[in-house]
């Protein structure tokens, strides 16, 4: 079964400042997907960002990039110029490409505090 | 607009009682998902269908129980059984098929259970 963690319970970033959330996981496969989804105060879980695993490009959106790295399987997600808005829980999701079902395995979450 | 409808959004429940969570989505979505969130915790899955009339146990379906009659719909039952209720349901589903890969996860805004 595949594993996912979040070394951070915790961590906080002055506004404007870049921030790097951490995620590592555990399969046996080759082909899968990652994700990172934001929970803010409302609990709605908002995706953020998602990786396949045969790209080797890192995946960006705005101020939102990742660092994949296959061989140490780690997927970690950087925040540039952070707003009072990114403020939220942050959830490291792993999801397998074969084998039936598409459910996420999710990482325990990292609080995410923004200082003004 | 299309999306996941979760109902109520809070809930109390005394012990010893059934309580069901409603979960609609008109996105045209084929599977369905169930998942718990506890305080300072990622998500668990309880469920999943990929079809009507089909489902599948989750990593903690003990204590639970879903049908799936139509598409649009995946309602949760939380039984007496389940010995600790009180969490955050969040309720989801995915297009199927296809690139798969581009097909990403959505949420409904979640229930919250609490067992008085």
């Known amino acids: 079964a595949q594993t996912v963690t979040q070394s951070q319970p915790e961590m906080s970033v002055q506004e404007a400042e870049t921030v790097t959330l951490s995620c590592t996981y555990d399969?046996?496969?080759?082909?899968?997907?990652l994700f990172w989804y934001k929970q803010p105060p409302s609990r709605q879980m908002i995706l953020v960002i998602r990786?396949?695993?045969?790209?080797?490009q890192n995946a960006t959106e705005n101020r939102f990039s990742v660092n994949f790295q296959k061989a140490a399987k780690s997927f970690s997600l950087k925040i540039s110029d952070s707003q009072l808005g990114d403020a939220a829980m942050y959830f490291c999701?792993?999801?397998?490409?074969?084998?039936?079902?598409?459910?996420?395995?999710f990482g325990g979450g990292t609080r995410l505090m923004v200082k003004p | 607009d299309g999306g996941i409808t979760q109902s109520p959004k809070y809930l109390f429940r005394k012990e010893g009682q059934n309580v069901t969570l409603s979960c609609e989505q008109n996105?045209?979505?084929?599977?369905m998902y169930w998942y718990r969130q506890d305080p300072g915790q990622g998500l668990r899955l309880i469920y999943y269908?990929?079809?009507?009339?089909?489902?599948q146990k989750g990593d903690i379906a003990e204590g639970y129980s879903v049908s799936r009659e139509k598409k649009e719909s995946f309602p949760l039952t939380v039984t007496s059984a389940q010995k600790n209720p009180t969490a955050f349901y969040l309720c989801?589903?995915?297009?199927?098929?296809?690139?798969?890969?581009?097909?990403?996860?959505?949420f409904g805004a979640g229930s919250r259970l609490t067992v008085l």
């Open positions: 999701a792993y999801r397998s490409a074969r084998g039936a079902g598409n459910m996420l395995t």
């Open positions: 399969t046996s496969e080759s082909d899968y997907y």
């Open positions: 990786q396949e695993a045969y790209k080797q």
């Open positions: 996105l045209n979505h084929d599977a």
């Open positions: 269908s990929q079809i009507v009339n089909d489902f």
């Open positions: 989801a589903s995915i297009r199927a098929g296809g690139a798969s890969g581009a097909n990403v996860l959505t």
